[in-house]
């Protein structure tokens, strides 16, 4: 058994060492309720670019420009010793955290932003980072494609756990993908929120007889900096939920046993018994023996993908 923790907080927008040292401190807060796992959301650091919904499209140009120049100034270089004290908590603490960072490209061109994932390890080391693969409509504007390098369930002493972000649940081959590595904990960060989005995990649940986290952004009016450009235009309400949050915990098949957590900012806890999952496929294993090898392969590329390669 282990205690999952799913934070819901908003960061500090737009200011990436302060959105560091509030996970930093969310930790040690989870860490001292007996959590095992630590889960932050889609984009925790420096937060989720939630203007692109209300740019109008080829109006804002100039403003569009203004604030992805602020995101990529608060961007996570990987290569740079930046997330150091997310790490060194995780150690310190001896626990599992998954958490969403806008990450700056450090090999081709330096300018590519993608919307990343990481599980970082109990002994403080970057166990998997998976970039999104299909950013969806208006975010293509901001991140660039992820590949399948990271489309990995990773082992932790918290279970075999793998993520997915927002839309890409909706990618049945994805889902399967991550089926196939035998998966107990599948985790979705996400903006996405309501009941449809709700049920679409429980689906998930069902389907893959693994627990689902859903970890949700949480934004209300008055979360936004008051130097953020335009502010008064795009969030002029600051009581307003811009993202009501929903994080939730669904056990397989579809119960829902911790959350919603809705319009509160909070931490989510739930104890989770991997060894469940493997019970649950015992009438359906969508990877296993209720697959038809025989009619159906999907096969999925793990290299990381590359715009040049340099030959010495």
């Known amino acids: 058994m282990s205690r999952y923790a799913i934070v819901q907080k908003p960061p500090v927008f737009l200011d990436k060492r302060k959105s560091i040292a509030s996970a930093v401190a969310l ?60 790490y060194a908590a995780a150690r310190k603490h001896g626990l599992t955290i998954v958490c969403g960072i806008e990450e700056r490209d450090d090999r081709f061109s330096r300018s590519t932003l993608y919307n990343t994932i990481l599980i970082v390890g109990p002994d403080g080391s970057l166990l998997n980072r998976h970039r999104k693969l299909m950013p969806t409509n208006p975010e293509r504007m901001v991140w660039g494609f992820g590949d399948a390098s990271g489309l990995k369930v990773v082992q932790t002493p918290a279970g075999r756990i793998g993520t997915l972000l927002c839309w890409e649940n909706y990618m049945p081959l994805a889902r399967y993908a991550l089926y196939a590595q035998g998966i107990e904990v599948y985790i979705a960060p996400t903006y996405d929120s309501g009941d449809g989005w709700i049920g679409s995990l429980q689906h998930i649940a069902r389907e893959g007889c693994c627990w689902v986290v859903g970890c949700g952004n949480l934004m209300k009016g008055s979360d936004f900096p008051d130097d953020l450009p335009e502010k008064s235009r795009l969030y002029p309400e600051r009581d307003e939920w811009v993202n009501p949050g929903d994080s939730v915990v669904i056990a397989p098949g579809g119960e829902i046993v911790a959350g919603p957590l809705r319009e509160q900012a909070g931490i989510l806890y739930c104890d989770i ?40």
């Open 27 to 86: 930790v040690d807060e989870a860490a001292g309720n007996g959590a095992d796992l630590v889960v932050f959301t889609e984009a925790f650091i420096p937060g989720y670019p939630t203007w692109i919904w209300r740019l109008r499209p080829g109006g804002d140009w100039n403003l569009a420009e203004e604030l992805h120049a602020r995101l990529l100034k608060n961007a996570v270089d990987l290569a740079s010793d930046d997330l150091a004290p997310l």
């Open 273 to 312: 018994d991997p060894e469940k999952v493997g019970i649950a496929r015992r009438a359906l294993d969508v990877a296993g023996h209720y697959s038809r090898p025989d009619i159906f392969q999907l096969h999925v590329d793990t290299r990381p993908q590359a715009p040049v390669e340099f030959e010495k």
